[in-house]
């Protein structure tokens, strides 16, 4: 079982509607990202987050501690919003910054 | 662009060869984090470099070293190259461990014929 659990694999969407992805993780960890990436292979890191909740124009990552979970929310998606969108967790702390990755969620928003 | 420059961008060699991958942080950046990219794995964390020295290793092969320059850029060789280490490999910097921005490069793409 991997560490960091994502899903769904694979998301399709029709412009305007509200996106949920979510990921899970099974150890104790002291922060997670968000990151996007779009066909042609660049990533861009959406979110840092080790608790509480985040926003950033039509996006929103939320993150439950205790619960192990993370969700990542797109409000008002576009087709430009079509990416594959990958969680990845810090389980440790100080000047070692290890990063475990989920396998993605492919998100298509067609107009 | 994001900053952190990789070189290059496509590279296309033969099994058994050796290969250099470079990466600039972005500016004011000490922490340059390496990671592998493949279809059947997707993204691995390989090694991590702090103003210099190494902090953390991944699942980095022998065959792969890596390391930071006073300048603070860093390169990634990859020796005696078999078909599976055909990936993307990506760059990223932070201004240190755990600070708030994570800038990635574009992207390496390794071909291994």
């Known amino acids: 079982k991997n560490e960091v659990e994502q899903s769904p694999q694979n998301l399709t969407a029709q412009e305007g509607e509200f996106i949920t992805i979510n990921c899970s993780y099974s150890?104790?960890?002291?922060?997670l990202h968000w990151l996007q990436q779009h066909p042609g292979g660049g990533i861009v890191s959406l979110f840092m987050?080790?608790?509480g909740k985040k926003k950033h124009g039509r996006l929103i990552a939320t993150i439950n501690i205790q619960e192990k979970h993370s969700s990542l929310h797109i409000t008002a998606s576009h087709p430009r919003d079509s990416a594959v969108y990958i969680c990845?967790?810090?389980?440790?702390?100080?000047?070692?910054?290890?990063?475990?990755f989920g396998k993605g969620t492919l998100l298509t928003v067609n107009p | 662009d994001s900053g952190v420059t990789q070189t290059p961008k496509h590279l296309i060699t033969a099994t058994g060869q050796r290969v250099t991958l470079r990466c600039s942080p972005r500016?004011?950046?000490?922490?340059v984090y390496w990671y592998q990219q493949s279809l059947d794995q997707g993204l691995q964390f390989l090694i991590q470099?702090?103003?210099?020295?190494?902090?953390a290793k991944g699942n980095i092969l022998e065959r792969f070293s890596a390391q930071q320059f006073p300048d603070l850029h860093s390169e990634l060789n990859l020796s005696s190259l078999e078909l599976g280490d055909s990936a993307l490999y990506f760059c990223?910097?932070?201004?240190?461990?755990?600070?708030?921005?994570?800038?990635f490069g574009a992207g390496s793409r390794l071909t291994v014929l």
């Open positions: 990845a967790v810090l389980n440790s702390g100080g000047s070692n910054y290890k990063l475990t």
């Open positions: 150890v104790g960890i002291s922060a």
């Open positions: 987050l080790s608790s």
């Open positions: 500016s004011g950046d000490l922490s």
């Open positions: 470099y702090y103003n210099g020295e190494e902090r």
């Open positions: 990223a910097s932070q201004e240190s461990p755990g600070a708030n921005v994570l800038t």
